[in-house]
């Protein structure tokens, strides 16, 4: 299997709403984001597949190191390998990665966040990087959509955060912050029931609609910043934006029943958005 085909089957086997963007690319950038995708993915299964923390951090180390050497000239995982030809074309750099790498290390060594302030550095890191390296590959000229593409990671993050609150919660993680917990009455033990009633109730729901308002906010403030010179080269980001966020309204439909269950949108809801944003360009 080549470098290329590896990445390729890496993004379509995880299911992404990022794949069905990726689809409307030239292939020159299709072949960058899916590579860079396909790196996040790798750190990212450290943390959501390795059970023993040590190992995970064993691994993780291991890619900052082979990180390090592929820019030095010395790839050796596919990964890297299909990345490295794409770096010095859309300006991905080192510290890119070794961000990436950070924000699920900080997985291993943080499970909780005492406000929102603390959660918005691991967005940072996780989603904000992730937007800026990917503006960068679909092609942009203006300062200001580097600070929309962060604005945007940190809505689709929160998002994800929204509908995973059950599956972070039976891996004994919580990021909803601590200090909104208790500002709607929540208790952590009820978000980490495994076992009917889970932890459903008016307060939990309130919480949630919180939560949701303000990903709602930072979907329509990241929107709002994108200069109409970038808005036909950023055309998957808003594919990408319009698929979480009809994600979102789908978990409001369904009442924020997220903690027993992972609400989804199916793969053709998802292909349908990404051509009706094409077709009309937001």
């Known amino acids: 299997m080549s470098p290329e085909q590896y990445v390729q089957d890496k993004a379509a086997a995880s299911g992404s709403s990022f794949y069905y963007?990726?689809?409307?690319?030239?292939?020159?950038?299709?072949?960058?984001?899916?590579?860079?995708?396909?790196?996040c993915r790798e750190?990212?299964?450290?943390?959501?597949?390795?059970?023993?923390?040590?190992?995970?951090a064993t691994k993780l180390a291991w890619w900052r190191k082979e990180a390090a050497s592929a820019f030095a000239g010395q790839?050796?995982?596919?990964?890297?390998?299909?990345?490295?030809?794409?770096?010095?074309?859309?300006?991905?750099?080192?510290?890119h990665l070794n961000?990436?790498?950070?924000?699920?290390?900080?997985?291993l060594q943080q499970t909780r966040y005492l406000d929102f302030a603390g959660l918005q550095r691991y967005?940072?890191?996780?989603?904000?990087?992730?937007?800026?390296?990917?503006?960068?590959?679909?092609?942009?000229?203006q300062p200001q959509t580097v600070e929309y593409a962060h604005k945007l990671g940190l809505a689709m993050q929160l998002t994800n955060i929204i509908r995973d609150v059950g599956d972070d919660a039976r891996r004994g993680r919580i990021y909803l912050p601590v200090n909104e917990l208790?500002?709607?009455?929540?208790?952590a033990n009820e978000i980490l029931l495994r076992s009917q009633p889970w932890g459903y109730s008016e307060r939990f729901t309130a919480l949630m609609k919180f939560q949701a308002q303000r990903a709602h906010s930072l979907y329509d403030e990241a929107l709002a910043l994108l200069p109409e010179a970038d808005r036909a080269a950023q055309k998957p980001g808003l594919m990408m934006a319009n698929i979480y966020r009809a994600l979102l309204v789908e978990i409001e439909r369904e009442g924020f029943q997220v903690l027993h269950q992972r609400i989804a949108l199916t793969p053709l809801r998802k292909l349908w958005i990404a051509m009706k944003t094409n077709w009309r360009g937001r």
């Open 21 to 39: 963007a990726f689809l409307f690319l030239p292939p020159p950038r299709r072949a960058a984001i899916t590579a860079f995708y396909a790196f």
């Open 43 to 56: 750190v990212d299964d450290v943390v959501d597949e390795t059970q023993d923390a040590g190992v995970a």
């Open 75 to 95: 790839p050796t995982h596919p990964v890297m390998k299909a990345l490295m030809p794409h770096t010095a074309t859309y300006g991905i750099r080192l510290e």
């Open 99 to 107: 961000a990436v790498i950070e924000g699920c290390e900080m997985d």
């Open 123 to 141: 967005c940072h890191l996780v989603a904000g990087i992730v937007g800026e390296v990917a503006s960068s590959i679909f092609g942009r000229t």
């Open 182 to 187: 208790q500002q709607f009455g929540v208790k």
